[in-house]
């Protein structure tokens, strides 16, 4: 199946170099017919999949704005934080997407929006920040949650760092191309190259490190002390037992320059060395 896969996206290049060749306008004749079923309704890459999904998000990101500036703004409420965290959520899923389709293009398909990965536990943690986000603000809206009336500054670290983690997170995919790989790779694909500039010069992993600050910080904005602290607990057990699986991975596909890289270069997550 993998094996499909992957003689799957080589077609494709194949065939993008082939049309953008002055002198053949049409796939080479010696290349088989790409798999319609990968892009048909139930497909991997379904296309009408990859469409709605797409819709949706969009309708959920426009309701979330809407709600958030008009409950700031128009009828003021400290329930602005649960809209807001909709529309986080939709843009980050679909930059996953988006950033995939565009700069590793033979790996996009639907689990590139990443809406189940983790499954069920990911939904489960946003689902009980929505609920405690909802919960709070409905039982004490005036409430005080940070300590030494400390709120508005947590509240301005939160978006600054939602926004930071986001643009970190999407310029790392970017950056790392047809290196990045939503599935930890265990085998070297052929277009796999060790990156070590942009912001992978200044952060070793830097799409954890974007989705950590973006996970805290969408949690400070919604004021959740709880999930503020849960999320803390599981993403760091997650993200240094990934990291570890990870670079002895990339230690055997890149040898000494990995380890070097290691030496120099920092995750930047606190207690990740
Ligand atoms: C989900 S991506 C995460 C990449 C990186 N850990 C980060 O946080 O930006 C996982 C894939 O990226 C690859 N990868 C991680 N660091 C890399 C690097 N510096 N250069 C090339 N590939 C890398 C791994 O081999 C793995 O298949």
């Not at 094996?3 to 049409?26: A, I, K, V």
């Not at 892009?39 to 999949?49: D, F, N």
């Not at 952060?203 to 973006?214: E, I, K, L, Q, T």
């Not at 670079?247 to 990995?258: A, I, N, T, W």
Request: hydrophobic letters at 45%; one cysteine or more; charged letters at 15%.
């Amino acid at each position: 199946m993998a094996n499909q896969n992957h003689n799957e996206d080589d077609r494709f290049l194949h065939q993008r170099r082939d049309c953008e060749s002055p002198l053949t306008s049409s796939p080479s004749p010696t290349l088989p017919p790409p798999d319609l079923n990968l892009y048909a309704r139930h497909g991997r890459k379904s296309l009408s999949g990859i469409a709605l999904r797409s819709f949706c998000l969009g309708i959920a990101l426009s309701i979330g704005v809407t709600l958030t500036l008009t409950l700031l703004v128009i009828v003021p409420s400290s329930l602005w934080r649960l809209p807001f965290f909709l529309a986080a959520l939709s843009l980050f899923h679909f930059l996953e997407f988006y950033t995939t389709a565009a700069y590793n293009t033979p790996a996009a398909d639907i689990a590139s929006f990443l809406l189940t990965a983790n499954w069920p536990a990911y939904a489960i943690a946003h689902s009980a920040a929505a609920f405690e986000c909802l919960v709070t603000n409905l039982l004490w809206p005036e409430r005080s949650w940070a300590p030494m009336h400390a709120g508005k500054i947590l509240l301005l670290l939160g978006w600054m760092a939602t926004i930071v983690g986001q643009t970190v997170r999407s310029a790392a995919m970017v950056k790392a191309g047809m290196s990045f790989n939503h599935v930890v790779q265990q085998r070297k694909g052929e277009r796999h190259v060790l990156v070590t500039d942009g912001v992978y010069a200044v952060f070793r992993h830097p799409s954890y490190f974007g989705f950590w600050w973006w996970a805290l910080g969408t949690q400070m904005v919604m004021g959740n002390v709880i999930c503020f602290w849960l999320y803390t607990a599981v993403l760091w057990r997650f993200f240094s037992g990934r990291i570890k699986v990870e670079e002895e991975f990339l230690v055997k596909f890149f040898g000494e320059d990995y380890v070097n890289y290691r030496k120099r270069v920092g995750t930047k997550i606190p207690g990740i060395p």
